[in-house]
T-cell receptor, first 123, second 106 residues
């Protein structure tokens, strides 16, 4: 059974880069057809899709965050990562890693989620 | 961007009742719609995909339906564990979520 676990700093200073890692256990980031995804939730608010890295390394990002986001994978450690540059208080949120699959209507819905990690942007 | 609008924001209901949650898409998304349940401090859990197909392990009291750009999630005979926040999500054009409907105990 595949499980996901986020890790990274809980506090980031404004203008710096937020870096989070998602460790995949019980499966492989190279498994065919998977979309390894980052989603965030601002305090008391709804959910916002950030982007994903497909199992073959292709990446797709939310248009609103595209200029600041990089998602990459580390196959040797079975992880994928999120980098968000030039953060402001508006980037304070709980960040979830998740996954979808080609079988999920072409990567449409997310049936696996990590527990989330809270990141606060503050000096 | 496709905007998903959920209503109401909060719904107060009693255990055992039937409840219907609404979600409207700003443009046609076909059946590319999912529903999630989120409890405090937890990640969202997939309930419904394809507008009406229950995900693995989801009880039959949860059902989804669609009519044009209007989607509904119905929960019959509410159980105590069903009180949570519910989100809809479209995946027709990238991914956007509604703002959620909180189901609270009356």
């Amino acid at each position: 059974q595949v499980q996901l676990q986020e890790s990274g700093p809980g506090l980031v200073k404004p203008s710096q880069t937020l870096s989070l890692t998602c460790t995949v256990s019980g499966g492989s980031v190279s498994s065919v057809g998977y979309y390894w995804t980052w989603i965030r939730q601002h305090p008391g608010k709804g959910l916002e899709w950030i982007g994903y890295i497909y199992y073959n390394g292709n990446t797709f990002y939310s248009p609103s965050l595209k200029s600041r986001v990089t998602i990459s994978e580390d196959t040797s450690n079975n992880q994928f990562s999120l980098k968000l540059t030039s953060v402001t208080a508006a980037d304070t949120a709980v960040y979830y890693c998740g996954s979808s699959h080609d079988n999920n209507w072409g990567g449409g819905y997310f049936d696996l989620w990590g527990r989330g990690t809270r990141v606060t942007v503050s000096s | 961007e496709i905007v998903m609008t959920q209503s109401p924001a909060t719904l107060s209901v009693s255990p055992g009742e039937r409840v219907t949650l609404s979600c409207r898409a700003s443009q046609n998304v076909g059946s590319n719609l999912a529903w999630y349940q989120q409890k405090p401090g937890q990640a969202p859990r997939l309930l419904i995909y394809g507008a009406s197909t229950r995900a693995t392990g989801i009880p039959a009291r949860f059902s989804g339906s669609a009519s044009g750009t209007e989607f509904t999630l119905t929960i019959t005979s509410l159980q105590s564990e069903d009180f949570a926040v519910y989100y809809c999500q479209q995946y027709k054009n990238w991914y956007t979520f509604g703002q959620g409907t909180k189901l609270e105990i009356k």
